[in-house]
Every structure is written in C-alpha cells, then in structure tokens.
C-alpha cells in the first residue's frame, strides 16, 4: 500500500512537468472557421450609418459610435484641444443631464458611458442592461448633441492635461517613443506635436463648443450596437433617438505626407537618475495598403514577435544583454508607420545590446530561414489572430474600423490568407527590401556618465534637448538703480556674514512643520548647506521614518531605510536654485551677484528696502532700513502640477549671531497667499 501512495503522488505530480513544453514544442490544429454573426445596416436622412447585431447570450447591449475627427484637425497652437474636448464632454455631462445627474443616473442603473477624440478618429460608447437602455438612450445621445462643457470641467481637464506635461520625463520608454517620433517625422510635424502649458492656456470653452459643433454631426457618424434586441425594435428606437443630429458638413481627414531621408544620426537624452538605458533604433516604415503587408508580419513575427522571436532568444536569453528587447516594420492606415528596434539594457552594455541586435537584422537579410522557423510562426501568428474575432461586438467593431480607414471588408481574411501563401523567399525578400539596418537613426534615453563614450563607435552623438518649455511670463520687468543696489547688497551681505568670517557651509538642526493636501507634516533633523558646492545633505525623521537626501553634482538621492532612489533631475534643480537664492549664499557670493533698488515699500506700519537680486527668475528681499537684514523675500516661481506661476514669499525673524553669522532662526513660507511651511532652528554651526 505505501508503494502505491508514492507511485501515485509521484504520478501524480509529474504529469504536470512532463506535460509542459517548450514553445517550438507546441503542435498547433488547424484553424476552424470563423462563423461572422448577421449584420444589420441602415441609414438615417441626416447621414448616420448604423450596424446592428443580435446577441441574446447575456442581457446587456453595447453602443459603439464612431466619428470622423481628431487631433490632426488642431492647430498648432491649440495642440491639446481635441483630447481635452472629448474629455470635458463626458465629464461636464450634457444640456439635459448635467454631470452630477448623469453620474448619479449612471450609477443607479450600473451602465457605463464615455467620450473620446484621438488623433484620426472620436467616438462614444455606452454599454448597459437590457432592461435599462430605454433609459439611458436619450441621455447618452444628449451627451453627444448637446454637452454642456461647464468652465470648472474644462479648468479641472486642463489642470490634469498639465500635470502630465510635469510628469513627461519621468520614464524613458516615454520619451524615447515621443523622440523618436520627432526623429522621423520631423520636430514640426503634425504626427510629432505635444501639448504644452502654452496651448493649454490658449484653448477656450468656445473652441470647445466650436469643435465639437464642426464634427459631432450625422454625416461623421457611424453607430455599431451589439446586444440582446430585436432588431426592427432597434431601428425604431434608434431613428426617434437620433433623427434629431444635425447632418452637418462632412469632416476630410487629409495626413500630411512625410518627407524622410534615410540618414544614420546618434542621439542621447541624459537621463541621470537611471541606472540602465532605453534604446530605440530604426527608420521610416510603410503602408498598411502594401501587397507585401502579410509577408511583413511573418517577418516582424521572426524578428521581434513575443518570446519566441530572434531577438529574444538571442539578445536576451542567450546573450543576457537585455531586459526587453524587440522590434517590428511598423505599416499605417493613414501615413508610413515606422520601423523600430527597441531594447532596455544596463548602462555598460548599451553598445554591445545596439550590436547584437543589427546583426539579427542583417542575419535575417543575409541567411534564409527554416521551413520550420516558417510553420511555427505561422501557426503562432495565425493561431493569435483568431482572439481579434471572440466576440460579436469584436467581429463588428473590427467591421466598423475597415470601413473607417478605408480598408475592404475582407481584410482580415486576407491577411489570413496572405499569411498562409508567404514563403521562406518572402521573407527574406521583405527583409531585404524593407529593412535598412545599415540606415538607422539610434537614440539611447540614460544615464550620460555610465554610458561614457560607448556611443562614439557610431559617429557624432547629438545630446537632445527635453527641457519642457514654460510659457511665457506676462510679468512686467521693472528697472531699477545699479548702484545704490550695490550698496544695499553689501549693506545685507555684511549684516548677515561679518566682514572677515570665511563661510564654507552651515548645519543646522530643527523642526519643520509642512502643510500638504493631507494635512500638516512635522519633520525635524540635521541639514547641511555647502554654499560653495551648492549642495546639501540632510537627515530628517519623519512620519516614514528616517530619510536621507543628499544632493550634489546636479544629481541627488533619497534614502529610506537600506532603499535609495535617484531624485528626479527637477527636484535637483528645485533645491539646487534654493540655495542660490537664500540671503546666506547671495551675502558670501555678492561679488558676483547682479543687484538692482527698486525703491521702498510700506507693509504694515513698517518701510522697507526693496533690493531685486537678478538670477533667472529674480528674487526680491525686503530690507529693514536700520539692520539691512531680509525680513521677507518673494519671487515667482514655476509650478508644474499646475502649469502656472505662483508667488512664493519667506517671512523671516529670530535673527541670531553664531560665529560670525546672523541667521533667521524662525522662517514661514507661503505660496500664493497659502501657507506652505514653517520652521524654527535650534542651533546652528558655522563650518569654516
């Protein structure tokens, strides 16, 4: 009996490991055919196409609308505008349906409801129970003729559209995909715009109105409904919910064509706070309409596809030279999509991984493949494909999308059959003719000092520039008196530093009270300033527990516990100009600090000096005519969660003598008139 327990327990559990294989070990039957469900079409008088099918398996319908619009209707200067729209329009509710209710109607009935605008194309969907569409119909069709686009949306759209303008440079696959974008199509083409604070700021409600007036009519629209109806009662329902759409002109979608040289350029985005390196490398692709198009996705499958691709095994699996790593011959709709071979690898290796993977291009131009390198990717691909159709609403939707683009109803099984007819030739033939590995454009997002100079075997590095633009300030610059702010310079600069008294750095220990969106936060601890280095080290208890931020170099860390985390460049910069603007590091460098008087100002019952120190954004100190020490300071500062200017403005007292220095022991900090911080110095050393 104990024999047979472990005769089965083995069995047992190895019948799962001896059933596992590996991917080239996968025998793969033959596609059944895929049964397309009936489809209903009609049209209305004011030019709405619709397309119906039947699906009784659950009780729930789906409407799916499509409008001919997008982003590459915008002007330049309005760049952000049809995303926002279509945003604004879901969320600011409609003329009947206010947002508020609309949720709340939304809610109650468990449906769910959107609107979009992208680049080439819009639409609106609203998925629902049965038994509640003739309720929500007429709201979901008030939300496209009539949106209400209320100011506070549209404000709080354009809060969030710059918040994600802050946050851009955060990841490096993001900006290599946006860089190399502008690398191909040009900086100044319409297929490389970005939104920024500036078109943000320039977008109005009326553009809004106007935009979606221009394209949310019947003669841009295509509805597609999926669901458990009977479909004459559909049509009905349908022609009394949107017979009323104007029919308005209909919109021409024309995409500019690209002009694109083949030219082999390297390009670096400094990225400090990375350890490895996102490289992306290619040329201009093709077009979706190219007879060679099936032949083309065997070979993308062959190169970069999934797991089992070349680039895989042998850059990442037999080499370990990548994270990631893949590519493909990218065909659009529209306009050439775009060829890109992508990999992350560690900083040291970055020109190893750009080698290994152009010598899996040429081998593939160079060497036939194998009949059954040839099956396998077949069966894998063609096998894949069959997901795109397992479902109604799926099939109709890929239906919807051919007709959109211009493409014939067939393409799918085309491209089926296309797939199926390609031979080995073919691909070796496509990758030849298509693929220029000798051409490419390679652009590597990382860290400058760890890829040292791998970079130059390629030829001149061009390092590129991603430095959001901030819009322009409306500001007045005033003018004032050279002269006697030199005077007053050194009348603060000696008030604080006692002619004589070499200053290296300060440390000082005390408590500091922040207030954030959840509350305030207290941190206490030890901060080190070198005003010569213009760097700072500081250990800070707070609710996390100990942390530790070091900055210097123009680089910075923040460590928590064992973990330490690069800061990101732009916190760097933030506490870095911190300290070029405090009155300790102005007083000790005042030889080289540009001064301006601008006069005095009463605030309170108290008169005083107002000295304009000229960095990049000037900072202004408000002198005490009698001591010449700061009491407050303000200047303008760049926010870009916000994507505007605030004031940010210092409050200083407590001064106290130590060694030679006069220090504000209690300072408070205020931005926009809100109190952001205070804090109180306990002690203070002067480190000579």
Do not use: C
């Amino acid at each position: 009996m104990k024999r047979l327990t472990i005769f089965l327990f083995i069995a047992l559990f190895a019948l799962p490991i001896m059933a596992q294989k590996r991917y080239d070990e996968i025998e793969y039957p033959e596609l059944n055919p895929i049964n397309m469900p009936e489809i209903e079409e009609f049209n209305l008088d004011n030019g709405i196409k619709f397309y119906l099918v039947e699906d009784k398996e659950l009780p729930l319908i789906n409407v799916r609308v499509t409008v001919k619009t997008g982003g590459l209707l915008v002007p330049a200067n309005k760049t952000g505008l049809a995303s926002m729209t279509g945003q604004v329009m879901r969320e600011g509710g409609s003329k009947n349906y206010p947002a508020d209710q609309l949720n709340t109607l939304l809610e109650d009935n468990a449906a769910f409801m959107s609107t979009f605008i992208g680049f080439g194309s819009g639409g609106a969907s609203l998925n629902v129970l049965k038994e509640d569409f003739e309720t929500l119909l007429p709201a979901f069709v008030d939300l496209l003729q009539n949106p209400a686009f209320p100011q506070e949306k549209i404000d709080l759209a354009k809060t969030q559209t710059k918040s994600g303008i802050s946050r851009r440079n955060d990841d490096q696959q993001q900006i290599a995909g946006r860089e190399f974008q502008k690398l191909i199509y040009g900086d100044n083409s319409v297929y490389t715009r970005q939104t920024e604070y500036e078109t943000v700021d320039n977008i109005t409600r009326e553009d809004m109105i106007e935009f979606h007036k221009n394209h949310f009519v019947g003669s841009n629209m295509t509805v597609g409904i999926v669901g458990d109806f009977d479909t004459d009662d559909m049509k009905r329902k349908l022609r009394e919910a949107f017979g009323s759409l104007p029919t308005g002109s209909p919109t021409k979608l024309l995409y500019p064509e690209v002009d694109y040289e083949f030219e082999t350029t390297i390009n670096l985005v400094d990225k400090p706070d990375v350890n490895q390196s996102y490289v992306t490398m290619g040329h201009i692709g093709g077009l979706r309409e190219n007879p060679d198009y099936p032949a083309i996705q065997v070979m993308n499958q062959i190169l970069g596809g999934g797991f089992s691709s070349r680039l895989f095994q042998q850059v990442r699996s037999n080499l370990g030279l990548a994270y990631s790593v893949g590519g493909s011959y990218g065909s659009n709709i529209n306009y050439p999509g775009t060829f890109r071979l992508t990999t992350m690898t560690s900083s040291s290796q970055t020109a190893e991984a750009i080698d290994a993977i152009l010598a899996e291009v040429k081998k593939l131009q160079e060497e036939p493949i194998t009949e059954k390198e040839l099956q396998d990717t077949k069966d894998r691909f063609l096998n894949s494909l069959v997901f795109r159709y397992d479902s109604k609403s799926q099939i109709l939707n890929e239906r919807i999308n051919n007709e959109y683009n211009g493409l014939s109803q067939d393409a799918f099984d085309e491209l089926v059959e296309g797939i199926k007819a390609t031979t080995i030739e073919d691909v070796q033939r496509v990758a030849r003719e298509y693929m220029k590995p000798e051409q490419v454009q390679i652009l590597v997002v990382g860290n400058k000092a760890e890829i040292g100079d791998q970079l130059n075997k390629y030829g001149n590095v061009n390092e590129l520039d991603i430095t959001i633009p901030q819009p322009a300030s409306d500001e007045p610059q005033e003018a004032g008196d050279a002269v006697q702010g030199q005077e007053w310079l050194k009348k603060m600069a000696e008030a604080v530093v006692e002619p004589g008294t070499n200053v290296e750095s300060i440390t000082t220990v005390g408590d500091q009270i922040i207030n954030s969106p959840m509350g305030e936060i207290s941190v206490s601890g030890t901060v080190t300033i070198n005003f010569k280095e213009n760097s700072q080290n500081a250990v800070l208890n707070t609710p996390q527990g100990e942390i530790t931020i070091n900055v210097a170099d123009g680089k910075g860390t923040q460590k928590l516990g064992s973990q330490e985390f690069p800061m990101p460049p732009a916190q760097v910069q933030q506490v870095q100009n911190e300290i070029k603007r405090s009155y300790m590091s102005i007083a000790i460098d005042r030889s080289t600090v540009d001064a301006e008087y601008m006069g005095t100002e009463t605030i309170g019952d108290t008169e005083y000096v107002k000295l304009k120190i000229n960095f990049e954004s000037p900072v202004t100190y408000y002198l005490d005519p009698a001591t010449s020490l700061p009491m407050m300071s303000t200047y303008s500062q760049f926010n870009p969660q916000a994507g505007g200017n605030q004031t940010v403005k210092t409050e200083y007292s407590d001064w106290t003598t130590v060694d030679g220095v006069t220090y504000a022991f209690v300072t408070t900090t205020y931005a926009d008139d809100e109190k952001a911080s205070s804090s109180t110095t306990e002690s203070l050393e002067v480190n000579q």
